[in-house]
């Protein structure tokens, strides 16, 4: 069975084969190197919250709100579970048991680098009361580098990633092609890298 790269992988086989030497002609670890990318990928994006770096738009997507953070008594402030936004194309609150209406415009404001919205009245507390259609995330587009707006760290925190997966499986002697069931602790694999973890950490939601 033949593994295909995600389209929103964070880094590419040859750039991977290139760090170790290896030719771009030669392909005889690629369905590996495509396995640990897309594996790295899906690890990444939970480790930083579940958040997609590549660009997608999330269509009515509903937010919970359940506490209370201002002296009024509402909570103000609602976060993305992606960022930065691109664009907003819907804001809106819950009007019934299933009906939405957008909110006016002067009632809040919006923040696309770290994709938050500001909500001067508040938002009513419950559950699913507001909801949210945007675009958000950053271009990847190997071959058009003009365009291409992934942060350059994250890509070396995901090529750090897959090589010391890669290196782990070579020094326990595996030397298949193919992951397989092979079971890989990315999060092991992140603590013995500080410098990658610390690249990660300022992806995450910081909260105080």
């Given at each position: 069975?033949a593994?295909?790269?995600?389209?929103?992988a964070?880094?590419?086989?040859n750039?991977?084969?290139?760090?170790?030497?290896?030719?771009s002609?030669t392909?005889?670890?690629d369905q590996?190197?495509?396995?640990?990318?897309?594996?790295?990928?899906?690890y990444?994006?939970?480790?930083?919250?579940?958040?997609?770096?590549?660009?997608?738009?999330?269509?009515?997507?509903?937010?919970?709100?359940e506490?209370e953070?201002?002296d009024?008594?509402?909570?103000?402030?609602?976060?993305?579970?992606?960022?930065?936004?691109?664009?907003?194309t819907?804001?809106?609150?819950?009007?019934?048991?299933?009906?939405?209406?957008?909110?006016d415009?002067?009632?809040?404001?919006?923040?696309?680098?770290?994709?938050?919205?500001?909500?001067?009245?508040?938002?009513t507390?419950?559950?699913?009361?507001v909801?949210?259609t945007?675009?958000?995330g950053y271009?990847?587009?190997?071959?058009?580098?003009?365009?291409?707006t992934l942060?350059?760290?994250?890509?070396m925190?995901?090529?750090?990633?897959?090589?010391?997966?890669?290196?782990?499986?070579?020094?326990?002697?595996?030397?298949?092609?193919?992951?397989?069931?092979?079971?890989?602790?990315?999060?092991?694999?992140l603590?013995?890298?500080?410098?990658?973890?610390?690249i990660?950490?300022?992806?995450?939601r910081?909260?105080?």
């Amino acid at each position: 069975m033949a593994f295909t790269l995600e389209t929103y992988a964070l880094t590419q086989v040859n750039d991977v084969k290139s760090i170790i030497d290896i030719a771009s002609g030669t392909t005889t670890w690629d369905q590996t190197f495509i396995e640990l990318i897309n594996g790295a990928t899906i690890y990444i994006e939970r480790y930083c919250g579940g958040r997609r770096f590549a660009t997608a738009t999330y269509t009515n997507e509903t937010y919970d709100c359940e506490f209370e953070d201002d002296d009024d008594g509402r909570q103000k402030w609602l976060f993305l579970k992606n960022w930065p936004v691109t664009a907003f194309t819907t804001i809106e609150y819950r009007s019934g048991t299933t009906t939405y209406a957008s909110y006016d415009s002067t009632a809040y404001e919006t923040y696309t680098d770290n994709g938050s919205i500001y909500f001067y009245g508040g938002i009513t507390k419950g559950r699913k009361t507001v909801r949210v259609t945007y675009t958000a995330g950053y271009t990847i587009n190997w071959t058009t580098q003009a365009s291409h707006t992934l942060p350059h760290d994250i890509t070396m925190a995901c090529r750090s990633l897959v090589l010391a997966a890669f290196n782990k499986r070579k020094s326990q002697g595996i030397e298949s092609e193919s992951v397989g069931g092979a079971s890989i602790n990315w999060g092991d694999l992140l603590e013995a890298d500080p410098v990658t973890k610390a690249i990660l950490d300022g992806y995450r939601r910081n909260f105080l």
